[in-house]
């Protein structure tokens, strides 16, 4: 207990660290910061309500002490352009997002943990090949990765949608149904946010496959007369599980950019595609807003993989 | 770490040397090096010779039917605008390096003061930036640049300056390990009995010997930050008075059904670059760490 107490004091002040940040920033931009956490529309009586409320007016700390409560309370602000509170635009498009960043989170485990075992168990020319997909796979960078797949799977060949999370238009009969539209439209976003871990993923399993393989209990199994096979995954792969885990769980920052980018390109309806809109629109407060909900579920992510790692193995509590 | 020969000289002397004495080995050993090395050398040679080789000029609009599709005098195509793919691809070029340096660089200024100062210093100073850096490493790099291009102004010097304010901490904790191991050593004990001042003993004797642990480091990170100036381009944030690869790509997300070529060319030419920084990091890397190299002894 008082281990998870130690690392919530850790990572509570993180977040207020990006809210100040964020406070900062807006009061050092250049022009009147009314209109970057209005957005840049508004008539006159709507930018001067806005200023009372934000306490603009106020010396700086006033304002300061002001815009804390109101994170706080999950008030970010208003969009104009939307007519909607910044924190209900944001939080309605977390569930998309987090399906995509979880769905890919998977397919690269699976698949990575896979492809990275036989290339630990068959050295040689898997080897080379290996390395030099892994290359590939980790440069090639997550937007133009979909692109590409949108012309070739969905333009040419026309296998997948071109976009969205459903058929539009559609009646669904069941539920069913609806779940399998909605895998439908995720396998071409997830496939193409999951490529970069999957490279990643093998690399980290073969270094770490290869690793146990020298240990002496591998040589003990062996010398029991057990099956090659048997012998890498009941007890080599199960410890080269360890990094792999923590590889995603300290990455889902990264991920969580990654998820950003591939909605833009398949209009899938996450935050991505919210802030791909409000950059476009310069509805700033948005982008604002976006900015503190994303490090705060980096931060929460952190947190979680922190904790679970002090339960899973005990010795890293004491640090 | 301990095969790295530790010498007390000049600051550039000390670097010079070591640095052409692990060049010419690393060539000999190291094929992942060496492929990298050839890539860039390639690229950087397109990207300055950019004028001579292209035959519009790049963001003119106009300068071909627009939409068409590769042909001898447009070898990329042409975009919705008219304008040549293939001049504002090698242009495109020039943009990524010089933001992926110039904001390494900037990173490096950033992360070796605050890294020396925590790795040198110790103490309360040391806890105090330290919790800093680890703080700046949660927050998500691409978002914070984001932000900060966003509401400061969407030029090609703030998207430098907000690259290389987000990309320091990782360098500022790595020079901060090689100080506090460095420091132990007998040499610097020696330095501080002849009675050599604390500035001289951090630049003339420590630095020297910190800064190839990092240089490996200083290409991936110009790598991360070509990334993110096409992310960023990618998602509408850019200078649109420059060519760039990311802006190029956020125009032809909304033709892909109509032409490919748009995305096509920007795309493989970007990861060309990625991959040839990616091979000479990487290679740089596994030459340095004595336990991942595999083929003879230098």
């Known amino acids: 207990m008082i281990f998870i107490f130690r690392r919530l004091l850790q990572y509570i002040p993180m977040i207020l660290v990006v809210i100040v940040v964020t406070f900062l920033l807006v009061r050092l931009a250049p022009g009147d910061p009314t209109y970057i956490l209005v957005g840049e529309v508004g008539d006159e009586s709507f930018v001067r309500a806005a200023r009372e409320r934000l306490g603009l007016d106020k010396p700086l700390y006033t304002?300061?002490?002001?815009?804390?409560?109101?994170?706080?309370?999950?008030?970010?602000?208003?969009?104009?352009?939307?007519?909607?509170?910044?924190?209900?635009?944001?939080?309605?498009?977390?569930?998309?997002?987090?399906?995509?960043?979880?769905?890919?989170?998977?397919?690269?485990a699976a698949v990575g943990?896979?492809?990275?075992?036989?290339?630990?168990?068959?050295?040689?020319?898997?080897?080379?090949?290996?390395?030099?997909?892994?290359?590939?796979?980790?440069?090639?960078?997550?937007?133009?990765?979909?692109?590409?797949?949108?012309?070739?799977?969905?333009?040419?060949?026309?296998?997948?949608?071109?976009?969205?999370?459903?058929?539009?238009?559609?009646?669904?009969?069941?539920?069913?149904?609806y779940f399998f539209d909605v895998i439908y439209?995720?396998?071409?976003?997830?496939?193409?946010?999951?490529?970069?871990?999957?490279?990643?993923?093998?690399?980290?399993?073969?270094?770490?496959?290869?690793?146990t393989m020298t240990q002496d209990y591998i040589l003990t199994a062996r010398a029991k007369g057990m099956p090659e096979s048997r012998v890498i995954f009941r007890h080599a792969l199960r410890n080269a599980l360890i990094p792999v885990v923590t590889y995603l769980g300290f990455n889902t920052g990264v991920l969580l950019i990654g998820a950003?980018?591939?909605?833009?390109?398949?209009?899938?309806?996450?935050?991505?595609?919210?802030?791909?809109?409000?950059?476009?629109?310069?509805?700033?407060?948005?982008?604002?807003?976006?900015f503190i909900y994303g490090s705060i579920i980096v931060i929460l992510a952190n947190l979680i993989v922190d904790i679970l790692y002090g339960i899973l193995d005990p010795r890293i509590r004491i640090k | 770490m301990n095969n790295r020969k530790v010498e007390h000289t000049g600051f550039f002397k000390n670097v010079g040397m070591q640095l052409l004495n692990k060049t010419s080995k690393v060539f000999k050993f190291n094929t992942r090096f060496t492929a990298g090395f050839m890539i860039l050398l390639v690229v950087i040679i397109l990207a300055i010779a950019a004028p001579l080789i292209t035959w519009h000029p790049p963001l003119k609009t106009l300068v071909g039917k627009p939409f068409t599709p590769p042909i001898a005098l447009h070898p990329f195509g042409v975009d919705d605008l008219g304008r040549d793919i293939y001049a504002n691809v090698l242009y495109g070029i020039r943009t990524s390096l010089i933001v992926g340096f110039s904001s390494t660089m900037l990173a490096l200024i950033i992360g070796i003061l605050i890294g020396v100062i925590a790795g040198y210093y110790g103490g309360i100073l040391e806890d105090i930036l330290m919790r800093i850096t680890d703080m700046a490493l949660v927050i998500p790099q691409f978002l914070l640049a984001l932000v900060i291009v966003a509401i400061f102004g969407q030029n090609f010097q703030n998207i430098i300056i907000a690259i290389g304010i987000v990309s320091w901490p990782g360098i500022a904790r790595l020079i901060r390990a090689e100080f506090l191991s460095i420091k132990e050593r007998p040499f610097i004990e020696a330095a501080r009995a002849v009675g050599l001042s604390n500035v001289k003993i951090i630049f003339e004797e420590i630095l020297p010997n910190a800064i190839p642990a990092v240089i490996p480091y200083i290409f991936l990170q110009t790598n991360t930050a070509i990334l993110l100036e096409a992310g960023l381009g990618f998602l509408g944030i850019a200078d649109p008075n420059v060519p760039s690869f990311g802006l190029m790509l956020n125009t032809a997300q909304q033709y892909l059904v109509r032409a490919w070529w748009m995305a096509f060319f920007p795309g493989i030419v970007l990861s060309i670059i990625v991959v040839?920084?990616?091979?000479?990091?990487?290679?740089?890397?596994?030459?340095?760490?004595?336990?991942?190299?595999?083929?003879?002894?230098?």
């Open chain 2, 276 to 298: 040839g920084l990616n091979l000479l990091g990487d290679g740089l890397i596994e030459y340095l760490n004595p336990r991942l190299r595999k083929k003879g002894k230098p």
């Open chain 1, 63 to 108: 304002q300061f002490l002001i815009y804390i409560s109101n994170v706080f309370r999950g008030d970010l602000g208003y969009s104009y352009l939307r007519s909607e509170s910044v924190a209900k635009l944001i939080i309605d498009r977390i569930p998309a997002t987090l399906l995509l960043v979880l769905t890919s989170m998977f397919i690269s």
């Open chain 1, 113 to 177: 943990i896979i492809i990275g075992t036989i290339a630990a168990a068959k050295r040689g020319v898997t080897d080379l090949t290996l390395s030099i997909l892994s290359i590939i796979g980790i440069s090639i960078p997550y937007f133009w990765l979909g692109q590409i797949m949108l012309i070739v799977f969905a333009v040419w060949l026309g296998i997948f949608p071109l976009g969205g999370m459903v058929s539009v238009g559609h009646e669904y009969q069941s539920f069913l149904e």
């Open chain 1, 185 to 211: 439209h995720l396998t071409l976003p997830a496939i193409t946010l999951a490529v970069f871990n999957i490279a990643f993923i093998t690399k980290i399993t073969r270094g770490a496959v290869f690793e």
């Open chain 1, 260 to 290: 950003i980018l591939t909605e833009t390109i398949f209009a899938w309806p996450g935050m991505g595609s919210l802030l791909y809109d409000s950059i476009r629109l310069r509805d700033y407060p948005v982008v604002l807003g976006i």
